[in-house]
């Protein structure tokens, strides 16, 4: 089972960067929006800077990565903060890990 979900992960995944401290780990996996009808996705947000992203986010990775609430993940130039993480076991061996992300801001500074 191990190796089977690593292997569609290598094949089908895409790849993520986990941002932690000063440090970048590049791994294969998913991420992809929830779709869920909360009113936290419906409701329209706005700051001073203009509309804030909405809505949440799922990824799936290898339990090796060992992801933490508060990771940042980049994929296909956005960058996403974890809220919640928990692993998933088969007969006491960690086969993944699942988390729900938020998107983030832009990290762009202004012009001086």
Known sequence: MVG???KVMNRYGSQIVLQREESQIVFRGFLHHTASKDWHNMEKVFSPLGQIPRG????????TMQL???DIL?????S??????ETVLFRDTPIYCWGLCVERGSATKWPQ
């Open 4 to 6: 089977l979900i690593d």
């Open 80 to 85: 996403y903060a974890l809220r919640r993480v």
């Open 68 to 70: 933490q609430v508060g």
């Open 74 to 78: 980049s994929c296909n130039g956005k």
């Open 56 to 63: 949440q986010y799922a990824v799936l990775a290898p339990p």
